[in-house]
């Protein structure tokens, strides 16, 4: 079983160690700064300081630090992950399919998103990935994922309609995650459509245009005419570019399930996007409670692949259930071991539900009382 000691924890965490040990008091361990905590002590203490922490494999014997965007300083360029966001039948996905030219809203129920879907574009010689995102107020927690696993957002608000309530949630999901956003003001075609009006109201929730002084790109977009769409993607990558995004393709794949089905004649279908390292059919992955080894891997385009490389959306068969969207998936080096981390997380979620349900039943009886 892993242990890490209290100071290497504290300097992964990059938090003082009298902190680490206060925080540890709470989760009812004393220790000391050269004290070795277990993984499970050492898991509960980083959820406190939202950060994720995944065990290493055993011969290594530590725990590494797991962010959802992480920089690889020893990585190589990466493609940027954009995500599309904003208020409902704002155009989200007709800009996307615009982008694409192809033609997913006439497929989609009632022209209503309803998952996360991944794609990647190639701009001149970029590759960029998009992640269309549903409008409907019933979906923050989608927009929420959505603003973390994403290096730019694209915000749209069309300029008929204006700034709508699933759009103010859209800036502040960017704002908590620190998101720099681009604004396409769609619509333009449209008989009504102020873009003016749209930036007056940007500036009320602190966003203030480009040209009115600020440093909010904004870009009238149609995605009917394709007007403005081409500047709209220069922004992209000039934005992506100061970045300077990199990852380890050299590494064991992790990243995170975008979107998961169960298939009739399939089984568990599940859409990985790869954060950093590169996932290759074979490989045994677990992902909350579900693992299992890859099968076969297909593209964005529906293609069989061997292998998907950073910043790669990558549709997989092979695991043993339906994962979450929004799930975390590590690769691990054998299947006994993702099947054993996949357990273990089972466990731990059990005895999680017991102790609350425990407590209810102590808090029913005080009542009654
Ligand atoms: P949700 O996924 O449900 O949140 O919607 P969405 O933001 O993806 O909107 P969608 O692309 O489905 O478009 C909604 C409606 O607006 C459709 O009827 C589109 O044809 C229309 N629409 C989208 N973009 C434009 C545009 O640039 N001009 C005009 N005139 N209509 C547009
Ligand atoms: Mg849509």
Same mark, same amino acid.
């Given at each position: 079983?892993?242990?890490?000691?209290?100071?290497?924890?504290?300097?992964?965490?990059?938090?003082?160690?009298?902190?680490?040990?206060?925080?540890?008091?709470?989760?009812?361990?004393?220790?000391?700064?050269?004290?070795?905590?277990?993984?499970?002590?050492?898991?509960?203490?980083?959820?406190?300081?939202?950060?994720?922490?995944?065990?290493?494999?055993?011969?290594?014997?530590?725990?590494?630090?797991?962010?959802?965007?992480?920089?690889?300083?020893?990585?190589?360029?990466?493609?940027?992950?954009?995500?599309?966001?904003?208020?409902?039948?704002?155009?989200?996905?007709?800009?996307?399919?615009?982008?694409?030219?192809?033609?997913?809203?006439?497929?989609?129920?009632?022209?209503?998103?309803?998952?996360?879907?991944?794609?990647?574009?190639?701009?001149?010689?970029?590759?960029?990935?998009?992640?269309?995102?549903?409008?409907?107020?019933?979906?923050?927690?989608?927009?929420?994922?959505?603003? !973390?696993?994403?290096?730019?957002?694209?915000?749209? /608000? %069309?300029? +008929?309609? $204006?700034?709508?309530?699933?759009? &103010?949630?859209?800036?502040?999901?960017?704002?908590?995650?620190?998101?720099?956003?681009?604004?396409?003001?769609?619509?333009?075609?449209?008989?009504?459509?102020?873009?003016?009006?749209? !930036?007056?109201?940007?500036?009320?929730?602190?966003? /203030? %245009?480009? +040209?009115? $002084?600020?440093?909010?790109?904004? &870009?009238?977009?149609?995605?009917?005419?394709?007007?403005?769409?081409?500047?709209?993607?220069?922004?992209?990558?000039?934005?992506?570019?100061?970045?300077?995004?990199?990852?380890?393709?050299?590494?064991?794949?992790?990243?995170?399930?975008?979107? %998961?089905?169960?298939?009739?004649?399939?089984?568990?279908?599940?859409?990985?996007?790869?954060?950093?390292?590169?996932?290759?059919?074979?490989?045994?992955?677990?992902?909350?409670?579900?693992?299992?080894?890859?099968?076969?891997?297909?593209?964005?385009?529906?293609?069989?692949?061997?292998?998907?490389?950073?910043?790669?959306?990558?549709?997989?068969?092979?695991?043993?259930?339906?994962?979450?969207?929004?799930?975390?998936?590590?690769?691990?080096?054998?299947?006994?071991?993702?099947?054993?981390?996949?357990?273990?997380?089972?466990?731990?979620?059990?005895?999680?539900?017991?102790?609350?349900?425990?407590?209810?039943?102590?808090?029913?009886?005080?009542?009654?009382?």
């Amino acid at each position: 079983e892993g242990t890490i000691s209290v100071k290497e924890l504290s300097d992964k965490l990059k938090k003082p160690v009298t902190e680490v040990i206060r925080e540890l008091i709470f989760v009812g361990v004393m220790a000391g700064i050269n004290q070795e905590i277990d993984f499970e002590t050492a898991e509960k203490l980083c959820k406190k300081f939202d950060v994720q922490a995944i065990e290493k494999e055993e011969e290594e014997g530590a725990v590494e630090e797991d962010t959802d965007l992480e920089e690889d300083i020893n990585g190589v360029k990466r493609s940027p992950i954009i995500t599309v966001m904003g208020h409902v039948d704002h155009g989200k996905t007709s800009l996307l399919d615009a982008i694409k030219q192809t033609d997913v809203t006439s497929t989609e129920a009632g022209g209503i998103t309803q998952h996360i879907g991944a794609y990647t574009v190639k701009v001149n010689n970029e590759t960029l990935t998009f992640l269309d995102t549903p409008g409907h107020e019933a979906f923050t927690a989608m927009r929420a994922r959505g603003a !973390k696993i994403t290096d730019i957002v694209i915000l749209v /608000v %069309a300029a +008929d309609d $204006g700034i709508m309530p699933q759009t &103010v949630e859209a800036i502040n999901h960017c704002k908590a995650a620190e998101v720099p956003m681009i604004i396409a003001i769609n619509k333009m075609d449209k008989v009504g459509a102020n873009p003016d009006r749209v !930036k007056q109201e940007l500036t009320e929730h602190g966003l /203030v %245009a480009e +040209d009115w $002084g600020g440093d909010v790109i904004c &870009v009238p977009v149609s995605a009917h005419t394709r007007e403005g769409l081409e500047q709209l993607l220069e922004m992209v990558v000039l934005s992506s570019e100061m970045m300077e995004l990199k990852a380890d393709p050299d590494r064991n794949a992790k990243g995170t399930v975008v979107e %998961a089905r169960l298939d009739k004649g399939r089984g568990p279908v599940a859409t990985l996007l790869v954060q950093n390292g590169t996932l290759k059919v074979g490989d045994s992955i677990y992902v909350g409670t579900t693992y299992g080894r890859i099968r076969a891997m297909f593209n964005d385009k529906g293609e069989k692949i061997k292998e998907a490389g950073p910043s790669m959306p990558a549709e997989i068969l092979g695991l043993s259930d339906v994962p979450s969207s929004g799930e975390r998936f590590v690769v691990a080096k054998d299947e006994k071991t993702a099947r054993a981390r996949a357990d273990k997380k089972a466990e731990s979620i059990r005895q999680e539900k017991f102790q609350k349900s425990h407590k209810v039943s102590l808090e029913d009886l005080y009542s009654q009382i």
